[in-house]
């Protein structure tokens, strides 16, 4: 079965400095996209960032950078000078390129320390 | 540019009723997917509308059926509610394909349901 798996659930950061939320899945399939997606308490799941596998590159969005190791199946994504308005629980993902089912994560709550 | 929008926001009802949940997708897309997220879980896929059919179903049984208009809007519906049916209720669309998935799906805010 594909999974994703999100292995802690909660996670604390102080406003300004990084933090890493970790993520790993699991696919037989070479073609898949791999997606952080943001929920705040508002309920509206937002896109942080998105990975194409094929690509080497690791994606970066401003505060925003994945470190992807695909041999590993490992996409963890890095919030730089994290922000109150960055907590909220977050989402690891993925479809492959021949189905576009979303795979969720269950998530990981992020609090930031003011 | 309007991003994807849900109906209603929140819903209650009792057990064995019958629901309809309504999306219109973002301006552009085309193919709409609902999941489906119980309180504390990552969404799980219910399944997917292009072209007015459905493309792909998750496990859900078949209580669940939907349907895509012509101007892409969708309508999840579910039958004989149960307890185990509260949750959020989410639409996504996606700028579709026939054969080929590489697009990122953006998400709209959500049906909360609770059955009584």
């Known amino acids: 079965a594909q999974t994703v798996t999100q292995s802690q659930p909660e996670m604390s950061v102080q406003e300004a400095e990084t933090v890493t939320l970790s993520c790993t899945y699991d696919?037989?399939?070479?073609?898949?996209?791999l997606f952080w997606y943001k929920q705040p308490p508002s309920r509206q799941m937002i896109l942080v960032i998105r990975q194409e596998a094929y690509k080497q590159q690791n994606a970066t969005e401003n505060r925003f950078s994945v470190n992807f190791q695909k041999a590993a199946k490992s996409f963890s994504l890095k919030i730089s000078d994290s922000q109150l308005g960055d907590a909220a629980m977050y989402f690891c993902?993925?479809?492959?390129?021949?189905?576009?089912?979303?795979?969720f994560g269950k998530g990981i709550t992020l609090s930031v320390r003011p | 540019d309007a991003g994807v929008t849900q109906s209603p926001t929140h819903l209650i009802k009792t057990r064995g009723q019958q629901v309809t949940l309504r999306c219109s997708p973002k301006?552009?897309?085309?193919?709409v997917s609902w999941y489906q997220q119980a309180l504390g879980q990552g969404p799980q896929f219910i399944f997917q509308?292009?072209?007015?059919?459905?493309?792909q179903r998750g496990n859900f049984p078949d209580r669940f059926s939907g349907h895509q208009f012509p101007n892409y809007s969708s309508e999840l519906n579910v039958n004989a509610l149960l307890l185990g049916d509260s949750a959020l209720y989410l639409c996504?669309?996606?700028?579709?394909?026939?054969?080929?998935?590489?697009?990122?799906?953006?998400f709209g805010p959500g049906t909360r349901l609770t059955v009584l």
């Open positions: 696919t037989s399939e070479s073609d898949y996209y």
């Open positions: 993902a993925y479809h492959t390129g021949a189905n576009s089912k979303l795979t």
């Open positions: 301006s552009g897309h085309d193919t």
């Open positions: 509308y292009y072209e007015e059919e459905e493309r």
């Open positions: 996504a669309s996606s700028p579709g394909h026939r054969d080929y998935y590489t697009d990122t799906q953006y």
